[in-house]
């Protein structure tokens, strides 16, 4: 038994806008430097990345990435500024949520294996 923990940030109407793939891209865009090679990396293809960067600063009211054409000169993405501060603190957060959930998991294992018959317990 194990604990998974999934987070995402949503809409005023609950709509899911913000989560691990987005920010798997979000990395990749920033190694990178183009939304195509990040998508390609992560299996996404190029129009739903597209559709999904839009969304998430529509959501947030912010540019995230400033992006040139490409063409002949080859365009690309960077973050903004505020696209590294976001992420990274997305990052953090999921890491406190992690922290917590698998506290409060330990003490609900606990209780599971104390009240389980002798020969079902897992040995540690």
Not at 50 to 78: C, D, F, Q, T
Request: positive net charge; aromatic residues 8%.
């Amino acid at each position: 038994m194990d604990i998974r923990i999934r987070l995402s940030l949503a809409d005023d109407s609950g709509r899911p806008f913000m989560g691990i793939g987005l920010v798997w891209l979000l990395r990749g865009i920033r190694e990178r430097g183009s939304i195509h090679a990040a998508s390609r990396t992560i299996g996404m293809s190029y129009v739903k990345a597209l559709r999904i960067l839009n969304r998430l600063e529509k959501e947030l009211w912010k540019p995230i990435l400033v992006r040139s054409m490409g063409g002949s000169a080859r365009g690309g993405a960077v973050l903004t500024p505020f696209g590294v501060e976001f992420i990274g603190a997305f990052e953090r957060l999921q890491e406190r949520v992690e922290r917590c959930a698998r506290r409060e998991y330990a003490k609900l294992a606990g209780i599971v294996e104390t009240r389980a018959p002798k020969w079902t317990r897992r040995k540690r």
